[in-house]
């Protein structure tokens, strides 16, 4: 179990460029949810799959922000035409649906910086 | 309103201490909930689950949930400077066979020598 890892850990662009982050869970993890954190802020819902199918895009959502996971392995969210009003830390977190409790293992995060 | 409401804080309480945390949630279908830790510049990592009415102990922790009044709680004992952090409170709202978990925007926890 080599945990959920997140690439880039960093990302800086500038306001109207696309940007795309890549989350890979756990291998036998078969859910993905993308979370955006700001300062001071609880991790803000953003969209989650069961396998390759998104069960659920938040209403917060502009049509700027889209996620895949093909072939339900790893995921990935990209933001088009970036505005400042995205800069966050964007966090993945991968569980295994049917257990108990749906824990939640998050990975480190990509903090994106829109100047 | 809210999903999920927790106080922000700071909450400080000295060593030793019982801390005590506290959550409200809107979606009576709600079905589990949890508790996350979150320590500065770090991801969030689950310390507590529960999804019956009731108290769950485990160690120093005990989550407690009262689906009536929609309110849930994490209470610390013997509080220790290690577990200064905020503190998320988590719901799992589920709807047919999708599964959403909601977070609260957290509580600052401080525990003081």
């Known amino acids: 179990d080599t945990g959920v890892s997140q690439d880039p850990r960093h990302k800086i662009t500038k306001r109207g460029q696309n940007v795309t982050f890549r989350c890979d869970p756990i291998?036998?993890?078969?859910?993905l949810y993308w979370y955006r954190q700001t300062l001071g802020q609880g991790p803000e819902f953003l969209t989650y799959?069961?396998?390759?199918?998104?069960?659920?895009k938040s209403r917060l959502l502009s049509d700027r922000f889209s996620a895949e996971r093909p072939k339900g392995s790893f995921s990935t969210l990209e933001i088009q035409r970036t505005e400042q009003g995205d800069s966050a830390m964007y966090l993945c977190?991968?569980?295994?649906?049917?257990?108990?409790?749906?824990?939640?293992?998050f990975g480190p995060g990509t903090r994106l910086t829109v100047l | 309103q809210k999903e999920v409401e927790q106080n922000s804080g700071p909450l400080s309480v000295p060593e030793g201490a019982i801390a005590s945390l506290n959550c409200t949630y809107s979606?009576?279908?709600?079905?589990?909930f949890f508790w996350y830790r979150q320590y500065s510049g770090k991801s969030p990592e689950l310390i507590m689950f529960i999804y019956s009415n009731g108290d769950k102990e485990d160690g120093r922790f005990t989550a407690q949930l009262n689906k009536a009044s929609q309110y849930v709680s994490l209470l610390i004992r013997d509080s220790q400077p290690s577990d200064s952090a905020t503190y998320l409170c988590a719901v799992n709202t589920q709807y047919s066979s999708a599964s959403k978990i909601i977070f609260g925007s957290g509580t600052r926890l401080s525990i003081r020598p």
């Open positions: 977190a991968s569980s295994l649906a049917g257990t108990a409790g749906t824990k939640l293992y």
């Open positions: 799959f069961q396998n390759e199918a998104q069960l659920e």
């Open positions: 291998s036998e993890h078969n859910r």
């Open positions: 979606d009576r279908g709600s079905q589990s």
